[in-house]
T-cell receptor
Framework: NAGVTQTPKFQVLKTGQSMTLQCAQD?????MYWYRQDPGMGLRLIYY???????DKGEVPNGYNVSRLNKREFSLRLESAAPSQTSVYFC?????????????FGPGTRLTVL | GEDVEQSLFLSVREGDSSVINCTYT??????LYWYKQEPGAGLQLLTY?????DMKQDQRLTVLLNKKDKHLSLRIADTQTGDSAIYFC??????????FGAGTTVTVRA
């Protein structure tokens, strides 16, 4: 099993450009999450999807949109990138019915907006 | 703002014990977690503790939970250079969402 995969690993954008970050998991998890990680601030939840067909805002959703394409895939879109969106983006997935609720993380996408 | 607070840095000598502390706010949290992030990588679950437990031991790792004070700690015995990483404390927030602390950067010196 590959676990959680993310593409691309690195990206540089100019202000105003758009892009989509891709995430896929092969663990048959119901829930998927997008976080951003900034120095000294830990991980902040951007959007999450509790199950296929549903998405909800997290702590910092402004400037982002998401799509839960199917059970495996959850994408994050920046419509008009801003320098404040320079960050490391992590996708995660977890099971939601019983269990410990452990989240499994992808390797991250390092995004720089100039 | 953070619901979960951690000190940002810890320096420890190789072979000594490391203790990383965390305070959280949600008394209804069912699980509390410790994640490890190595340079350039994603987060990996190290261990977790259920809220009705006081202590959990897993090889070199010991987790202590003081529910009254909402204080969680992670002790790493015989710290090695491979333990150098950022350690995140997290609490469950319902709907299987997690709230993370800012992370403690542990540096192991020879």
């Amino acid at each position: 099993n590959a676990g959680v995969t993310q593409t691309p690993k690195f990206q540089v954008l100019k202000t105003g450009q758009s892009m989509t970050l891709q995430c896929a998991q092969d663990m048959n998890h119901n829930s998927m999450y997008w976080y951003r990680q900034d120095p000294g601030m830990g991980l902040r939840l951007i959007y999450y999807s509790a199950s296929e067909g549903t998405t909800d805002k997290g702590e910092v959703p402004n400037g982002y949109n998401v799509s839960r394409l199917n059970k495996r895939e959850f994408s994050l879109r920046l419509e008009s990138a801003a320098p404040s969106q320079t960050s490391v983006y992590f996708c995660a997935s977890s099971e939601t019915s019983g269990g410990v609720g452990t989240q499994y993380f992808g390797p991250g996408t390092r995004l720089t907006v100039l | 703002g953070e619901d979960v607070e951690q000190s940002l840095f810890l320096s420890v000598r190789e072979g000594d014990s490391s203790v990383i502390n965390c305070t959280y706010t949600d008394s209804s949290s069912t699980y509390l977690y410790w994640y490890k992030q190595e340079p350039g990588a994603g987060l990996q679950l190290l261990t977790y503790i259920f809220s009705n437990m006081d202590m959990k031991q897993d090889q070199r790792l010991t987790v202590l939970l003081n529910k009254k004070d909402k204080h969680l700690s992670l002790r790493i015995a015989d710290t090695q250079t491979g333990d150098s990483a950022i350690y995140f404390c997290a609490e469950s927030k319902g709907d299987y969402k997690l709230s993370f602390g800012a992370g403690t950067t542990v540096t192991v010196r020879a």
